[in-house]
Structure formats: C-alpha cells, structure tokens
C-alpha cells in the first residue's frame, strides 16, 4: 500500500485531455514539493513535472503539474499514442523521513 | 552531459550478497543526493533510500532498513547498494536517481536487473 494513492489506471482518446491525482497528507505532499515521472517499461523513468508545476527543458507543455492541500494533478492534454505509459507522483515524507512514490498510473489512449 | 550509469545485470542465488553500482558523471558528483529505487516484476517504484555522496549521510525507508546497505566513494563518482544475504524476493530492477530538485529526480540511471533464484 503506497502512501500516495493514485488511480491505477485512466484512459482517454488521442487528441484530449487527462488528469492523474495524487492524494496524501499533510506529512507529505501537504508541506513538500511533489514531482511526476514518466516511466516505460525497461527504460529509466523520465521527470515531467518537478516543484509541484515546473517542467524541466525538453518536457512540452502538454504536460502540466498543480497542487492544493494534500493532492497534486497531472495533467496532460493533445494525448497521443506515444504519451501510453505509467505515470508516477513523488515527494518526501516528514513522519517517515523517506522519500515516497505514489503506485502508479497507467495511461491508456485508446 | 550529467549521467549515472548502473552496474549490470546479476543473477544470484539465494543467501549470496551482492553489491551493485552506480557511477555518476557530468556534475560534480558529492554535491548531489543520490537515491535508490525498486521496482519488482510488475509493481510500482518504491523508494528505498538516498545518501549525500559528500559526507555519506544515508537515509532509508522503513521498508528497507536493516534489508539493504547504501554506500558511495565520492572519490570514484560512485554510489552502492549492497545486500548481505539475497532473497527471492529481492528480485528486481533498480535504479538509481539524483536529486536534482527539492526531493524530485532529474537523471536516472537505465537500471540494474537482479535476479535471485535457487
């Protein structure tokens, strides 16, 4: 059971849009950044999102990052084939002292 | 260009230890926290513990304390994971990351595959 819980799985035609929530606690995403992966099976996972809505140079801004109280979204829009993977929420836990994922998400775009 | 490259894959048995690396380059590699993470057969990432590579200030997971060892020689831009005593169950892909970011993890590594069986 991850401390962070997210969807296990969401689906959307090419060309709209999806959001993924990532819900927690006050002792996690409630007082720290969150940041979101992307991860294809075999590869290394790729950062989208970091400081709750920053996007690292490279990452298009289809991809979109928010947070209020102890949620945080992604969200992505113009969804194409390719954006078909497990998505990742991430930040650090103060009661555990530890750095904490949530369970992830497979994005499906039918 | 910041890269860490990981040790490759191993297959162990049961009981045998094991300690897998991974080498950072591009950056000046103890200034930057260094974490480790799992991902079992069709499961999620879980994170397992980081350390400073500077003054190797470790921290773990509750969920792998006292399972795993995490190490680094600054002087070789490298950082460890160490297991004493294998278990099936430690059967894995694990990557390492660096914090670039407030508690986020702008370059990983492209995986180590353990595979412990009898």
């Known amino acids: 059971q991850s401390v962070l819980t997210q969807p296990p799985s969401v689906s959307a035609a090419p060309g709209q849009k999806v959001t993924i929530s990532c819900s927690g606690s006050?002792?996690?995403?409630?007082?720290?950044?969150v940041s979101w992966y992307l991860h294809l099976p075999g590869t290394a996972p790729k950062v989208l999102i970091y400081?709750?809505?920053k996007r690292p140079s490279g990452i298009p801004d289809r991809f979109s990052g928010s947070k209020s109280g102890t949620s945080a979204t992604l969200g992505i829009t113009g969804l194409q084939t390719g954006d078909e993977a497990d998505y990742y929420c991430?930040?650090?836990?103060?009661?555990?002292?530890?750095?904490?994922f949530g369970g992830g998400t497979k994005l499906t775009v039918l | 260009e910041v890269q860490l490259v990981q040790s490759g894959v191993e297959v162990k048995k049961p009981g045998e230890s094991l300690k897998i690396s991974c080498e950072g380059s591009?950056?000046?590699?103890?200034?930057?926290?260094i974490a480790w993470v799992r991902q079992m057969p069709g499961k999620g990432l879980e994170w397992m513990g980081i350390i400073y590579p500077g003054d190797s200030d470790t921290r773990y997971s509750p969920s792998f304390q006292g399972q795993v060892t995490i190490s680094a020689d600054k002087s070789i831009s490298t950082a460890y994971l160490q297991w004493s005593s294998l278990k099936a169950s430690d059967t894995a892909i694990y990557y390492c990351a660096r914090q670039g970011y407030t508690y986020g993890y702008d370059r990983w590594g492209q995986g180590t595959l353990v595979t412990v069986s009898s």
């Open positions: 400081d709750n809505n």
């Open positions: 591009g950056y000046i590699f103890s200034t930057n926290w």
């Open positions: 991430g930040t650090w836990d103060n009661s555990l002292s530890a750095g904490v």
């Open positions: 006050s002792s996690n995403i409630g007082n720290n950044h």
